[in-house]
């Protein structure tokens, strides 16, 4: 059964820091992960997919990698803001099967 | 741009009470599900959908009926509800066949049974 791991649960960083947000998988043969963003009371937002045969994938200032045969994937924030406050879930795909999601790590942007 | 869009947002349901949660979707999308989220636990499947008229079960489906008679509709219906069943349920859709598979959610519905 695929386990998904997110530590810390809960992370805070002065305004302009980088930071790396981590997730770990039991199962390497994964088809796909994707990394979401769920604002207080709000669904999730994706943020970024990567599929099996990449090793990363890059929007703004974020970058997600994938390292299967560790079963690792990070999230990586470049100068982070105030805004990128949230909590940050992981989710990674076997096969034809359902996504199995990470509890989520806390982040919090400090001015 | 509607998305995905849950009614819902809020619901008190009393113990053995039945309701519907309504889901729509308005991208073509082939898969739709339903999760539910609990405080500090990951989100669990319930059931899911590949395309109209197909259903099938995910992790946690006691207690919940679905059904999918279009693509854009896949309502979660709870016949007697139990205190078990307060979390907040989100529904998402995605296109399966493609390369791009990313998962939209919708706001979610909380619900509590009392």
């Known amino acids: 059964k695929q386990e998904v791991t997110q530590i810390p649960a809960a992370l805070s960083v002065p305004e302009g820091e980088n930071l790396v947000l981590n997730c770990s998988f039991t199962d390497s043969a994964i088809y796909n992960l994707q990394w979401f963003r769920q604002d207080p009371g709000k669904g999730l937002t994706s943020l970024l997919l990567?599929?099996?045969?990449?090793r990363e994938q890059t929007s703004g200032r974020l970058n997600a990698s994938l390292d299967k045969s560790s079963g690792r994937s990070t999230l990586y924030i470049a100068a982070s803001q105030p805004g990128d406050s949230a909590t940050y879930l992981c989710?990674?795909?076997?096969?034809?099967?359902?996504?199995?999601f990470g509890t989520g790590t806390r982040l919090t942007i400090i001015p | 741009n509607a998305g995905v869009t849950q009614t819902p947002k809020f619901r008190i349901l009393k113990i053995g009470q039945s309701m519907t949660l309504q889901c729509a979707q308005d991208m073509n999308h082939n898969y739709m599900y339903w999760y539910r989220q609990d405080p500090g636990m990951g989100l669990k499947l319930i059931y899911y959908?590949?395309?109209?008229?197909?259903?099938d079960k995910g992790e946690v489906p006691n207690g919940y009926n679905v059904s999918r008679s279009t693509t854009e509709d896949f309502p979660l219906r709870l016949e007697l509800a139990a205190p078990s069943q307060t979390s907040v349920y989100f529904c998402?859709?995605?296109?399966?066949?493609?390369?791009?598979?990313?998962?939209?959610f919708g706001s979610g519905t909380q619900l509590s049974v009392l």
């Open positions: 998402a859709s995605s296109y399966r066949g493609g390369t791009n598979e990313k998962l939209f």
């Open positions: 989710a990674v795909r076997v096969g034809n099967e359902k996504l199995t």
């Open positions: 990567i599929q099996s045969s990449q």
């Open positions: 959908s590949v395309g109209a008229g197909i259903t």
